[in-house]
């Protein structure tokens, strides 16, 4: 079974809870003399190095927004000098105010680190090689991919700046066998590749690592992409402020491991603040152990997941979320009394192989809330037949029934990275 770390993956539990309890002391002695941020947050604590983790105060991405404005350009989570930091990515901006983030040459190494669990656990070896779908920017989690891959060994095609249908022609000229992308762009080079004749198939792709967007986790979704590249989907989880903190491995499709050797993950009420049972859902607080440059502490992701703890059959201790990310707790919709989540639309959505393409508009009028979804089905099919069969599932699985109409082919947007098919209309 492959490992990065196997000193660490393959800890027991409670070996793997004494490495966490003393990366945390450990990071903690070393970051509130110089960190302003976290000195102030944990003032109120007598030796918080050494305190239970749940006396800590959470973390938000308000607090640190607003540590931003008002101590721009980089606020004050910063545990050293300016010039021991070299590199600078910031988050899309999607949940509001973009946060700028800065990590040192030991937090590189740290992210390294990480993604070498994440491509090994998905039986990456030196002979792969692999493409990366998408322009750079200044987002951590592409330029992260990157540089981890090419520090494994593996050669790395940059396909940025190329048309899909380029970028198909590159990965199968070079004989790629790793694609890293969105889910939403897997489905969309598998629409070019029919478009042209091109059978996916058949290449030498025998995974694609996805992440970005709940889709690697939706059944349909991920049997979508699966059927049309003849590849496993293998997804995982991080964030700009976070890190690369879950993964998939061979054994477990659809759960994602949580990376315990460098975090520390919990599972809260999303109003109350107190843990939930084992196996309930409830919000993903994070804490990263080895990025002293800025850090987190019980950082509030704002995702739902259920998190259980067994061992699985590739050998390692660390917690698994049951079906990865279920959704973003503000996305979290109440359609007629029925709590609903966008990715439970949308493995309605996939399974129903003549959709091509979909949106979903939320209408609230006189404080009522409906869902209109317009879907794009294939040229051949009667498109009014297909919207009222969905309808119809959706009511028998959700409880509701939207307005589901079909629009012409072409008629929606494609997308390269994360995907908008949620539109509010107030």
């Keep these: 079974m492959p490992y990065h770390a196997p000193d660490e993956e393959r800890l027991n539990p409670e070996d793997l809870s004494a490495l966490q309890r003393r990366k945390l002391s450990n990071m903690l002695r070393a970051v509130l003399p110089t960190n302003a941020f976290y000195r102030g947050k944990l003032a109120g604590l007598k030796s918080a190095a050494d305190a239970p983790l749940s006396d800590l105060p959470f973390t938000t991405r308000a607090e640190l927004q607003q540590d931003q404005i008002e101590h721009p350009p980089y606020g004050t989570n910063l545990t050293h000098p300016l010039d021991r930091y070299i590199r600078l990515h910031q988050t899309s901006g999607s949940a509001g105010v973009p946060l700028r983030w800065l990590d040192t040459a030991d937090d590189w190494t740290w992210w390294r680190k990480c993604w070498g669990m994440i491509y090994r656990a998905a039986g990456l070896t030196p002979a792969d090689r692999l493409i990366f779908t998408f322009s750079f920017g200044p987002f951590i989690g592409f330029w992260s991919a990157f540089d981890s891959a090419l520090s494994l060994g593996n050669m790395c095609l940059a396909a940025g700046g190329m048309t899909t249908l380029a970028r198909l022609r590159h990965l199968l000229d070079n004989d790629v066998t790793f694609v890293c992308c969105t889910p939403t762009y897997a489905l969309r080079m598998a629409e070019t590749a029919a478009a042209e004749g091109i059978d996916l198939a058949g290449s ?149 192989a003549d959709v091509v393409e979909f949106r979903t508009t939320v209408v609230t009028r006189a404080g009522m809330t409906d869902l209109k979804i317009e879907i794009e089905p294939r040229p051949d099919v009667d498109g009014a037949a297909l919207a009222s069969r969905i309808a119809q599932a959706i009511r028998d699985r959700l409880h509701f029934r939207p307005d589901v109409v079909a629009v012409p082919p072409g008629a929606l947007p494609r997308f390269e990275m994360k995907s908008r098919r949620l539109v509010r209309e107030d």
């Design 204 to 352: 030498k792709v025998r995974g694609l690592i996805v992440a970005g967007e709940p889709g690697g986790a939706i059944p349909a979704t991920r049997e979508r992409i699966e059927r049309a590249w003849g590849a496993r989907v293998f997804d995982h989880w991080g964030m700009t402020e976070v890190g690369p903190l879950a993964f998939e491995c061979v054994e477990s499709p659809g759960e994602l491991h949580v990376n315990e050797a460098e975090s520390i993950a919990e599972v809260i009420h999303p109003q109350s603040g107190r843990p939930v049972p084992e196996g309930e859902p409830g919000e993903l607080v994070m804490t990263n152990l080895g990025r002293w440059g800025a850090p987190v502490v019980r950082y509030r992701t704002g995702d739902q997941v259920v998190m259980r703890r067994a061992r699985c059959a590739c050998g390692r201790w660390f917690a698994r979320l049951e079906g990865g990310i279920i959704g973003r707790i503000d996305d979290m919709l109440i359609i007629r009394g029925n709590n609903v989540f966008p990715s439970a639309i949308e493995g309605i959505l996939r399974s129903y």
